[in-house]
Nanobody, 121 residues
Framework: QVQLVESGGGLVQPGGSLRLSCAASGSIVSINAMGWYRQAPGKERELVAVIQSAGSTNYADSVKGRFTISRDNAKNTVYLQMNGLKPEDTAVYYC???????????????WGQGTQVTVSS
């Protein structure tokens, strides 16, 4: 199995910054894309940012210029640096990894447990 453990959420004032981390562990052979999604109360889960193994990135329009996704392939870890936070960024943030584990022949999507980010004065 593959486990994803997130950290770094919390309460921050508007305009502030947070850095989320997500470490993947288990019998991992390779990881393709890693990404961050978020879900606000009463809304569907949405993509925030994704990064491929070679480093190419994609962002939701609402976070472009404020959030930066990065990864450390040696540590199977993905990060999300969030600057200029707004109240509308309040949500539970979930880490996702498309990974192949030992003994399988294709990659599957795995999810973290989620970490709460609250932006409020």
């Amino acid at each position: 199995q593959v486990q994803l453990v997130e950290s770094g959420g919390g309460l921050v004032q508007p305009g502030g910054s947070l850095r989320l981390s997500c470490a993947a562990s288990g019998s991992i052979v390779s990881i393709n894309a890693m990404g961050w999604y978020r879900q606000a109360p009463g809304k569907e889960r949405e993509l925030v940012a994704v990064i491929q193994s070679a480093g190419s990135t994609n962002y939701a329009d609402s976070v472009k210029g404020r959030f930066t996704i990065s990864r450390d392939n040696a540590k199977n870890t993905v990060y999300l640096q969030m600057n200029g936070l707004k109240p509308e960024d309040t949500a539970v943030y979930y880490c996702n990894a498309n990974a192949r584990r030992a003994g399988t022949y294709r990659a599957y999507d795995y999810w973290g447990q989620g970490t709460q980010v609250t932006v409020s004065s």
